[in-house]
């Protein structure tokens, strides 16, 4: 199970780094895709394990395919 930590990890800074680039906050971010701000803070530090349908609504927020939210 510490490959699944690892990947948590990743996926959430990679949606960090998409959010930041696209000059979003935490909160801008979570309004725009319809969640909590602390889910996607969550989500960020690795603590949160995301639905796939959640990272189908994250990919959108950013304006991307589901392909490059794992491109790591």
Avoid: H, W
């Amino acid at each position: 199970m510490e490959n699944t930590k690892d990947i948590t990890v990743r996926f959430g800074q990679r949606v960090k780094t998409l959010r930041l680039q696209l000059g979003l906050s935490q909160e801008a971010f979570a309004d725009k895709c319809g969640l909590d701000r602390t889910y996607i803070s969550g989500i960020e530090r690795g603590v949160r394990n995301p639905t796939l349908e959640v990272i189908a609504v994250i990919a959108d927020g950013l304006g991307i395919g589901l392909d490059a939210m794992f491109r790591f």
